[in-house]
């Protein structure tokens, strides 16, 4: 059964830091793009960024740039985000998300664009 599971969330004041990660288990990692995507209470989920399959093309929400960084480690079929400067409206629930389809070309911000998801990690910012 395919699984993605994320950790590393959790209550940081304004302007913290946290790194969620994502590790993915049956399926083939390295052939994904993968996403981050978050949903506030009363909220559609959005998207926040998205790596390329090989780690070298990353994309992001405008709300995000400069502040968030993507990145993965295929070996360890290991997908992070980190988060700088965070702001109370980052407050979310942050899923990872697995897609298929050329990086430049596929919508990354439809959640429809991908395959395998996963449960969730908490982010509460507050002080």
């Known amino acids: 059964q395919v699984r993605l599971v994320e950790s590393g969330g959790g209550l940081v004041q304004p302007g913290g830091s946290l790194r969620l990660s994502c590790v993915a288990s049956r399926f083939t990692f390295s052939s994904y793009h993968m996403g981050w995507f978050r949903q506030a209470p009363g909220k559609e989920r959005e998207f926040v960024a998205a790596?390329?399959?090989?780690?070298?093309?990353?994309n992001y929400a405008a709300s995000v740039k400069d502040r968030f960084t993507g990145s993965r480690d295929n070996a360890k079929n290991t997908v992070y985000l980190q988060m700088n400067s965070l702001e109370p409206e980052d407050t979310a629930v942050y899923y990872c998300?697995?897609?298929?389809?050329?990086?430049?070309?596929?919508?990354?911000?439809?959640?429809?664009?991908?395959?395998?998801w996963g449960q969730g990690t908490q982010v509460s910012v507050s002080s």
């Open positions: 998300a697995a897609g298929t389809g050329a990086f430049t070309t596929v919508n990354l911000k439809t959640p429809a664009s991908y395959t395998y």
């Open positions: 790596i390329d399959w090989t780690g070298t093309l990353t």
